[in-house]
């Protein structure tokens, strides 16, 4: 049974940091790319980051680079998305997800083949 379970979201004041995890059991977590995705309410689900199997190669959209940082441990299976200076416009579900068929740029819905049950991030001002 596929499982990703993510933690670590809650409630912080613009510019504070977060980190999120999420465990993965359940599948081949070090054969696949990993990523992030982030939904508000009335929004389509947006891919946020992704990491290479091995964790040495990793892509970051421009709205979250250089204040968001993928990274995983693959002998925890686990995933992680450290959040600084964060924003409200951060605020929003994220998911963890694996992904199937990644190539390049950013991780799309439709590369995922399993998704995590969300973890809510509230940034406010």
């Known amino acids: 049974q596929v499982q990703l379970v993510e933690s670590g979201g809650g409630l912080v004041q613009a510019g504070e940091s977060l980190s999120l995890s999420c465990t993965a059991s359940?599948?081949?977590?070090?054969?696949?790319?990993m990523g992030w995705f982030r939904q508000v309410p009335g929004k389509e689900r947006e891919g946020v980051s992704c990491?290479?199997?091995?964790?040495?190669?990793?892509y970051t959209v421009d709205s979250v680079k250089g204040r968001f940082t993928i990274s995983r441990d693959n002998a925890k299976r686990t995933l992680y998305l450290l959040m600084n200076n964060l924003k409200p416009e951060d605020t929003a579900m994220y998911y963890c997800?694996?992904?199937?068929?990644?190539?390049?740029?950013?991780?799309?819905?439709?590369?995922?083949?399993?998704w995590g049950q969300g973890t809510q991030v509230t940034v406010s001002s």
């Open positions: 359940g599948y081949d977590f070090l054969g696949l790319y």
């Open positions: 990491v290479s199997p091995s964790g040495s190669s990793t």
């Open positions: 997800a694996a992904l199937l068929g990644y190539r390049t740029g950013p991780p799309s819905r439709g590369m995922v083949g399993y």
